[in-house]
């Protein structure tokens, strides 16, 4: 019984069947190197402005320490409700249709868990995050993935929804602008989803988690689109755009009959996000504009060079449209996503992500993370040209 082996054949067939993540794997490596750049962990390298910081004290220091309602604290939903009508024209009653949870991470696993059954499809796009697939496994759904490209840049469209959807597709699940392509949608790609959605009568899941952080237009949720409100779960969160990654706080906005399968699930499990970041986000949403306006504008800086600097060395890359990657074509080099990575780690101390982390469909490609300083941007550049100069 305490052989490895014995051990192992006890642990779930469905949970053997999932591979580690494909980021943290390869930055497990990274971690025992010094001199390191790295453009892989999508994480801001801005620290939480200093008023959301001092309410999290603050409350900290007023003995905000106890349980919230499972649905998280009603002020925080109620400013929720205000910030998602504001930008999306679309509003959500925060009693209940607004649910808070632990980042969006849990807010999809909810919205799967609550939806799916055994054998029930679910349509989603690659390349794309890399806990969509496992987390539709881990309901016993199956995942459908349809394959966007660099020549249409890396939009999703009806037509290669079309192709794969079946008797069995029960829900599409979107991220627009996607990790890791940078890629955004025009309101008429999110208008002609929208209806192939609504004829085909399926639930939507969108994660919009970075469209404050849309560079060249504005953002457009599918939630705006005449009948969508009924048949989506929205799912947005702090961790992006306001540099919130460890305040680990998401939101999910749905019709009441969804959110409170979800809240279910969530009050079992997680039982409510932690208070001190509930009081932080609430201060978030006061000064949102500001906030993101001043990340966003050096996001953009970072996103021109990186974008021109991949041209300059004649590595074909999609200009990005939001979020804050790079998806760059090196499969002119001759070798794999994941070889061309650990040769640019071993070589040059360049760390980025090799792009069959994101799917099949990534071969060819590696992300690179633009969320760290131009000066190390600009370093990461000079070692990239440098090694394909070996190649």
């Not at 910081?53 to 919230?68: I, K, M, N």
């Not at 909810?110 to 697939?133: C, Q």
């Not at 979020?323 to 499969?331: C, E, G, Q, R």
């Amino acid at each position: 019984m305490n052989d490895s082996k014995s051990l192992r054949s006890r642990i779930a067939k469905t949970v053997r069947n999932i591979p580690r993540s494909g980021i943290r794997d390869f930055f497990e490596i990274v971690s025992s190197r010094e001199d390191v750049i790295s453009l892989g962990i999508g994480e801001p390298d801005f620290v939480t402005p200093w008023h959301i910081r001092e309410a999290a004290a603050s409350a900290l220091d007023r003995g905000a320490t106890s349980y919230t309602s499972n649905m998280g604290l009603l002020s925080l939903r109620r400013g929720i409700s205000r910030y998602v009508e504001k930008k999306t024209g679309i509003a959500y009653n925060p009693e209940d249709e607004v649910l808070v949870t632990v980042g969006v991470s849990e807010g999809l696993d909810l919205a799967i868990r609550a939806l799916i059954e055994p054998g029930d499809e679910v349509l989603y796009h690659e390349p794309s995050y890399v806990s969509y697939n496992p987390l539709i496994a881990l309901a016993y759904g199956r995942s459908v993935a349809v394959e966007t490209k660099k020549e249409n840049g890396f939009r999703l469209t009806r037509a290669g929804l079309e192709e794969k959807v079946t008797a069995k597709t029960k829900v599409l699940l979107l991220n627009y602008p996607n990790n890791p392509t940078g890629a955004a949608l025009t309101q008429k790609d999110v208008e002609e989803i929208a209806a192939f959605a609504i004829e085909r009568d399926l639930i939507v899941f969108t994660d919009e988690i970075y469209d404050e952080l849309t560079y060249d237009r504005d953002h457009f949720s599918i939630i705006s689109v005449p009948g969508m409100r009924e048949r989506t779960i929205y799912l947005h969160g702090f961790s992006k755009a306001w540099a919130m990654t460890g305040f680990r706080m998401g939101f999910t906005c749905a019709p009441p009959e969804l959110t409170e399968a979800m809240m279910k699930i969530h009050q079992y499990s997680m039982l409510c996000a932690p208070i001190l970041s509930q009081e932080a986000s609430i201060e978030a949403l006061k000064h949102a504009e500001k906030d993101i306006a001043l990340m966003k504008a050096e996001y953009k800086k970072r996103r021109n060079f990186i974008h021109a600097s991949f041209e300059e060395m004649g590595i074909p890359c999609v200009r990005p449209e939001g979020a804050f990657y790079a998806f760059a074509d090196i499969s002119q080099f001759g070798m794999t996503a994941k070889e061309f990575a650990l040769k640019l780690l071993d070589e040059q101390n360049v760390a980025c992500v090799p792009g069959t982390a994101f799917g099949a469909c990534g071969e060819g490609f590696i992300r690179c993370s633009y969320a760290t300083s131009l000066e190390e941007i600009k370093e990461a550049m000079l070692r990239i040209a440098r090694f394909i100069e070996t190649l």
